[in-house]
């Protein structure tokens, strides 16, 4: 039972990560809460629909991230760039957003479910005599594999250190000649693309329709008020735990119960925290 | 004729509730308490001029063809169709063409209330076929009950209805679950797990089916609810693996339902092992799950595409030489089409168009049912069936394994209701 419960409760971690982690830079380099942000990750599910038949599966999912990546350029370029570092007016732009493109792709892609199959469908071994699907292994590995890559990226890499200067002082880093536009977009497109990495991998696993981007949305942002938006570590971290939490209780009780845990918890947290709710970088 | 309105509504709404299928209530009936228009007058005029000039029969076709529910119901709106236009190409009624009048209401439960307003107060129909999520039939039941109007409506449902308006054209529980039940206990076991979405319908269908298995010898070891937008199974696919059980009965709706047959066919479970038994998984949810993760499990209709007889053969041709086959026809639609031939009868048996007549003409009316034969509406306003059961194919097509007797309609079940709480039958429900 422990092992399953370790097990699944990474798994739901993995997901929640993947979609975390880009809202979070979002928000730390330009102060941009993305209500879009579960759309991204929808869109991330149907590029995997679209792609998978032509391409194959496994290189529809790294096609998936420079889709929606390219479409969260444009949208930078277009919408989001004219909300950056305030926080109301980017709440109510990217909430028509979300509208927006939950309708376009309602429009093309009409309402039904859609269907993807599993590229892996073995089980792996627990020990125990317990088994786990494969694909779940998969989702952890991209999850851990991504929020270190993008840690070290910021840590170690000329961008990385133009992002960071950019989230510390923007304005700063403008008059130090730094391409601040060009930081802005880079990190926009990079938090749509991980949201669309999170949906090209679910997707196998879900159920693909233009609504469900809102359950991802809602995941990612519970992870990041208790994070702290901006902090890539602790959305790592935080995620890992939502998870286990989750899966502690849902494992052997039910999932109706594990919400009410889960978010009477973060509740909590958050009533009895009293540092203030944004990390000071990324 | 017909007056379509195909208004295209955008409909913001949450992510779940939309996708929820068959048989979600919610009481959305805030918008009904005030009628518009002389709603006390209605039954009166409504009467009268549903006789209509004398050349044309309106009936009202009221279903999503826009917005989430609009993939379900746009074919049952097509399936409506085809039957009236046969019905008129062999001559119509008694010498009269039906006119149908067709409303889309937009995935919206207050949409649908204005849409049944505008059929039963302005246009007056005969009669009204329509509705499909249980939400939409409790919002436009006041209308149709102060209108003394007539609603077909053309889905299975959760029960505990009985409406002095509404002819329920397919299925309850009774006839739905009971044989299903007793075959699943007698050839996949006795130690039973049950799944299913968090609401009325769901828990509903799982009480009857636990009480029916019980009655054969059968053990629930677990029956386990998830709130409606949820597709993360994997928790409850842990407690199922430790659990061990010979079968699952699953009662996960809409968008739900993809993601807990791919999940579970991940986590390693085979339907020659542990097969899963849906109570409300028709052939449109099965396409998105892919014959490879659907083949194998099994769900209670009274049709099936796959069903040869040569009535069915030639309904499905005729469907699809008119719609294209990109959607197997299922049991909503065809009781869709069934419900059409029903109303005709009961129009022809009254000798006369009027809601008040069309409504003490339809206990005892009957009409063949492509690929089940012969169904008849009961004094209970409900409608004899014949239910098969299907087994999923690598197709996502379900296959018959076993065809049941007929049934007779029971909305009030002596497994979930007492007896000394079943009421009369029909009733006035909504006022």
């Excluded at chain 1, 629909?49 to 949208?75: D, E, H, M, Y």
């Excluded at chain 2, 007058?41 to 917005?67: H, P, Q, W």
């Excluded at chain 2, 053309?154 to 529980?173: G, K, R």
Aim: proline share 5%; glycine share 10%; hydrophobic share 45%.
């Amino acid at each position: 039972m422990l092992v399953q419960i370790v097990a699944q409760g990474l798994s739901v971690g993995a997901v929640l990560a993947l979609s975390a982690l880009g809202l979070t830079i979002v928000y730390g380099v330009m102060g941009v809460v993305n209500l879009a942000h579960g759309e991204f990750v929808m869109l991330g599910a149907y590029a995997m629909v679209l792609l998978s038949p032509l391409v194959g599966a496994w290189p529809a999912i790294a096609l998936a991230p420079l889709v929606v990546g390219a479409i969260g350029l444009v949208v930078d370029r277009t919408l989001i760039r004219f909300l950056y570092h305030d926080p109301v007016k980017s709440m109510l732009g990217t909430f028509g957003l979300a509208i927006v493109i939950r309708q376009l792709v309602l429009i093309v892609e009409g309402p039904a479910l859609r269907y993807v199959g599993l590229p892996l469908t073995s089980t792996v071994s627990l020990g125990f005599g317990q088994e786990f699907p494969l694909w779940r292994v998969v989702l952890i590995l991209a999850a851990a594999i991504a929020g270190v890559g993008i840690a070290i990226w910021l840590a170690r890499s000329a961008t990385g250190l133009k992002v960071r200067t950019t989230t510390v002082d923007s304005d700063v880093a403008q008059s130090l000649g730094m391409n601040v536009p060009r930081v802005n977009a880079t990190a926009f497109a990079i938090g749509a693309g991980l949201a669309g990495l999170a949906g090209a991998l679910v997707a196998p696993l879900d159920s693909v329709y233009p609504d469900m981007g809102l359950s991802y949305l809602v995941g990612a942002f519970l992870v990041v008020i208790l994070a702290g938006l901006g902090s890539i570590r602790n959305a790592l971290l935080w995620s890992a735990g939502v998870g286990l939490l989750t899966a502690a209780v849902a494992v052997p009780a039910d999932d109706v119960l594990a919400q009410v845990v889960v978010w009477s918890i973060a509740l909590a947290i958050v009533a009895l925290r009293r540092q203030p709710l944004v990390a000071s970088r990324v | 004729m017909a007056t379509e309105h195909p208004t295209r509504r955008d409909v913001l709404k949450r992510a779940g509730a939309a996708a929820i299928g068959t048989t979600a209530v919610g009481s959305l009936l805030s918008a009904c308490g005030s009628t518009g228009t002389s709603s006390s007058t209605g039954t009166t005029t409504a009467a009268s001029s549903g006789a209509g000039g004398g050349d044309t029969i309106k009936v009202g076709v009221l279903f999503s063809l826009s917005g989430d529910l609009s993939i379900a119901e746009t074919s049952m709106k097509n399936a409506t169709m085809l039957a009236i236009d046969e019905i008129n190409a062999r001559g119509g009624i008694g010498g009269r063409k039906i006119e149908p009048v067709v409303e889309d209401y937009a995935s919206d439960f207050s949409v649908v209330v204005q849409k049944a307003r505008k059929l039963v107060n302005d246009d007056r129909v005969a009669a009204t076929i329509g509705c499909y999520a249980s939400a939409s039939r409790k919002a436009v039941l006041p209308v149709y009950e102060q209108g003394n109007a007539v609603l077909l409506y053309p889905t299975f449902y959760e029960n505990l209805e009985c409406s002095t308006n509404v002819i329920y054209t397919s299925l309850v529980a009774n006839q739905h679950l009971t044989d299903t039940t007793n075959w699943m206990v007698r050839n996949a076991g006795k130690k039973i797990y049950m799944v299913g979405s968090d609401y009325v319908g769901p828990q509903t269908y799982n009480a009857i089916v636990k009480k029916l298995a019980e009655q054969q010898g059968a053990t629930v070891i677990a029956n386990r609810f998830f709130p409606l937008t949820q597709t993360e199974f994997g928790s409850a696919l842990s407690d199922i693996r430790a659990a061990n059980p010979d079968l699952i009965w699953n009662t996960i709706v809409g968008a739900g339902i993809p993601a807990f047959l791919k999940q579970y066919q991940a986590a390693g479970f085979t339907p020659e092992k542990t097969p899963i038994f849906s109570g409300i998984c028709t052939e449109q949810e099965l396409a998105a799950v892919g014959g490879a993760a659907a083949k194998g499990h099994y769900f209670p209709a009274s049709y099936f595409e796959t069903i040869r007889t040569p009535d069915n053969t030639s309904f499905v041709q005729r469907y699809q030489a008119r719609y294209g086959s990109a959607q197997p026809t299922n049991m909503p639609m065809q009781a869709s089409y069934t419900s059409a031939y029903l109303l005709a009868a009961a129009i022809e048996k009254a000798g006369e168009a009027t809601p008040a007549a069309i409504l003490q003409a339809f206990p005892g009316v009957s009409a063949h049912a492509p690929g089940e034969g012969t169904v008849t509406v009961k004094d209970n306003h409900h409608t004899t069936h014949t239910v098969s059961l299907g087994r999923a194919n690598d197709r996502a097509l379900y296959d018959v394994v076993v065809r049941f007797a007929p049934r007779d309609p029971d909305p009030f079940p002596a497994s979930i209701v007492p007896a000394s709480k079943i009421p009369s039958c029909p009733r006035r429900e909504a006022s």
